[in-house]
Nanobody, 123 residues
Framework: VQLQACGGGSVQAGGSLRLSCKTS????????IGWFRQAPGRDREGVSY???????FTSDSIEGRFAISRDISKSTVYLDISALKPEDTGVYYC??????????????????WGQGTQVTVSS
């Protein structure tokens, strides 16, 4: 099982990025995949997830600025992030949920993690 996140970068406030999470070793449709972020000095927080046939979900705290999508044929999950703010700065991770623990935004339910991709937003 592998998950590889990429697409981060340095952008100015108001800009956009598309993060990609390339997966392998499992059937993407059969697992929830979440996107998380971790700002310096803060806990990792869940921002969005997609699973099976359910509607994708993004945290209300993101205020509609992020959108998760999935291309099963490419085994890839995307996170489109827009209207970026300096407080969005952090390392963004994708992960596969492996245990039924907490909500789908709770990192504790995820057991396979990508390496993370850095997003830096300047004002």
């Amino acid at each position: 099982v592998q998950l590889q996140a990429c697409g981060g970068g340095s952008v100015q406030a108001g800009g956009s990025l598309r993060l990609s999470c390339k997966t392998s070793g499992f059937s993407l449709y059969n697992y929830a995949i979440g996107w998380f972020r971790q700002a310096p000095g803060r806990d990792r927080e869940g921002v969005s997830y997609v699973r099976g046939a359910a509607m994708p979900f993004t945290s209300d705290s993101i205020e509609g600025r992020f959108a998760i999508s999935r291309d099963i044929s490419k085994s890839t999950v995307y996170l489109d992030i827009s209207a970026l703010k300096p407080e969005d700065t952090g390392v963004y991770y994708c992960a596969r949920r492996v245990r039924n623990f907490g909500t789908y935004l709770d990192p504790a339910g995820y057991g396979d993690w990508g390496q993370g991709t850095q997003v830096t937003v300047s004002s």
